[in-house]
Nanobody, 127 residues
Framework: QVQVAESGGGWVQAGGPLRLSCATS????????MGWFRQAPGKEREFVAA????????YYADSVKGRFTISKDTAKKVVYLQMNNLKPEDTAVYYC????????????????????WGQGTLVTVSS
C-alpha cells in the first residue's frame, strides 16, 4: 500500500524560507511522479510543483517560479519543497501527492492525475 506523508509546515514571516518534506513508501515501481498542491481557505486546491521520480523533469506553477524549488532524495524516498521569499498569499494547507505511473508532462498540473495523497501540512505566512 502506497503511503505519502508531509512534514515541515509551520508559521513564518513574509520573506522567510520554509522547507516541506514528503516521505513515500510502499512503492513497487519507479516510473511515477510526485507533486505538491496547496489549498487556501475558501479556495480550490491548486498545483504548486512536481517532478518525475526516476528521470529529469520538474514543473512549477507560475506563481511560485523562482521562489520554490522541488527536489528529491531517491535513497531516502523523500521529496522536498524549498520555499523562499514566502508571501502571505502562500498561506495554505500543502499536500504531497504521487501518481500511480508515468504521466504526460501536461498532466502534472492536474490534481486528478495523482492517486496517492498525504494529509496535508499547514503553512502560515504572516505579513
Amino acid at each position: 500500500q502506497v503511503q505519502v506523508a508531509e512534514s515541515g509546515g509551520g508559521w513564518v514571516q513574509a520573506g522567510g524560507p520554509l522547507r516541506l518534506s514528503c516521505a513515500t513508501s510502499g512503492r513497487t515501481n519507479r516510473d511515477y511522479s510526485m507533486g505538491w498542491f496547496r489549498q487556501a481557505p475558501g479556495k480550490e486546491r491548486e498545483f504548486v510543483a512536481a517532478l518525475r521520480w526516476n528521470e529529469a523533469g520538474t514543473y512549477y506553477a507560475d506563481s511560485v517560479k523562482g521562489r520554490f524549488t522541488i527536489s528529491k532524495d531517491t535513497a531516502k524516498k523523500v521529496v522536498y519543497l524549498q520555499m523562499n521569499n514566502l508571501k502571505p498569499e502562500d498561506t495554505a494547507v500543502y499536500y504531497c501527492a504521487g501518481t500511480m505511473w508515468r504521466i504526460l508532462p501536461s498532466r502534472h498540473y492536474a490534481a486528478d492525475a495523482y492517486a496517492y495523497w498525504g494529509q496535508g501540512t499547514l503553512v502560515t505566512v504572516s505579513s
